[in-house]
């Protein structure tokens, strides 16, 4: 395995010109590594792998073979946007695994949080390498790996690790942004030419939307999650608000209260908003947001999610509360 540390003279990349430099180097040194080998990537569409998946498919095109697995658990339009950015625009070769069913009849009636993660990392590393089983002669795996990641600082990460693939599947390691800072890797993911979206993406947890429809899991409220947090990304996006807060998300417990639509009562979940800022989300500070913005979020929320009649904003710094809900 090669060096652990960040080289002392690696120039922090800041500018587009730098940036071009590194992906030059790092260019000679994939194609110097994988010769004429092939390379899987497990591709959430996340800022990390995004990246690793744009370098390799420059350094050897089709050699690289992307897995992108939909768990259901992702936001609103990022599996269409993979499939677009990567198979479309990039003509990279990407097995797209519709693993929706198998995650959630999984998670049915499973309601406490750490089971919940276990179930979700451990179900993806199983679809996962039988996706590699039926890869011929694969040498190499890519992996996203960050240097935070290897500083073990980083608490984003830290806390989720499920094990790896089994002995028989081992393969030689591809971790070409392994020294770069989060920044770095937008810097650079940007000269890659990905979009902005995926590029200037909040940070969004392995389990995602399962760690956010709080208790069990059930398709209805997971939707709700879903609707939700599109509705306020659109809003934050709008009032200019994207990559300037940190990460903002709807979560929807697993209570009703009641409510009232059209001179009718209902009985719905309501949908609670966390909006924050951190530096290294080992503390955090809620976000100061415009009051018109929030209450134009709470009316449409309120108005186009089915099952929802009321919007709850959390303004709890961490400590005392978690990032996420779960
Ligand atoms: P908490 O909730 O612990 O979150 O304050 C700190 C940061 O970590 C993210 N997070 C996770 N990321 N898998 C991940 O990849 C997880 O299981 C997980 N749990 C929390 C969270 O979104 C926040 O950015």
């Given amino acids: 395995m090669a060096e652990n540390r960040r080289p002392e003279n690696m120039k922090r990349i800041t500018t587009p010109e730098l940036a071009q430099a590194f992906i030059e180097e790092q260019l000679a040194a994939l194609r110097s590594q994988i010769g004429d ?3 899987l990537l ?9 990246v690793v ?10 050699q690289l073979t992307c897995v992108h697995v939909n768990h259901g658990l992702l936001r609103k339009g990022e599996p269409e946007q993979v499939i677009e950015v990567f198979r479309n625009q990039m003509n990279a070769n990407l097995v797209y695994v519709d693993a929706v069913d198998r995650f959630l009849d999984k998670l049915a009636g499973v309601s406490e949080p750490e089971t919940k993660r276990r179930i979700i990392g451990a179900e993806f590393i199983r679809v996962f390498e039988e996706e590699a089983r039926k890869l011929d002669g694969i040498r190499f795996l890519a992996q996203g790996t960050i240097y935070p990641d290897i500083l073990e600082s980083g608490p984003v990460k830290a ?4 094990g790896g693939l089994p002995d028989d599947l081992q393969f030689e390691l591809v971790e070409p942004v392994r020294f770069l800072y989060k920044d770095e890797v937008r810097v650079v993911g940007k000269a890659l030419g990905l979009p902005d979206s995926m590029v200037y993406r909040q940070p969004f947890p392995g389990p995602g939307l399962g760690v956010r429809c709080v208790g069990a899991i059930t398709r209805e409220r ?9 509705i306020l990304r659109e809003e934050f996006a709008k009032h200019g608000l994207e990559g300037k ?3 903002y998300f709807t979560v929807v417990p697993d209570f009703k209260s009641t409510g009232i639509t059209d001179g009718l009562r209902t009985y719905d979940w309501p949908v609670v908003i966390r909006a924050v800022n951190t530096v290294d989300a080992v503390t955090a500070e809620v976000a100061e947001l415009d009051f018109g913005m929030m209450a134009k979020i709470v009316e449409r929320i309120t108005h186009e999610v089915k099952g929802v009649n009321r919007v709850l904003w959390d303004l709890t710094p961490k400590p005392t509360g978690t990032i996420e809900w779960e």
């Fill in 159 to 162: 806390h989720h690790n499920v």
């Fill in 222 to 230: 997971l939707e709700a999650v879903r609707e939700s947090d599109a």
């Fill in 37 to 39: 080998g092939r390379v």
């Fill in 53 to 62: 998946a744009a370098l390799l498919i420059r350094a050897v095109g089709k």
């Fill in 245 to 247: 807060v940190w990460q």
């Fill in 42 to 50: 497990a591709l959430s569409g996340g800022v990390d792998s995004s």
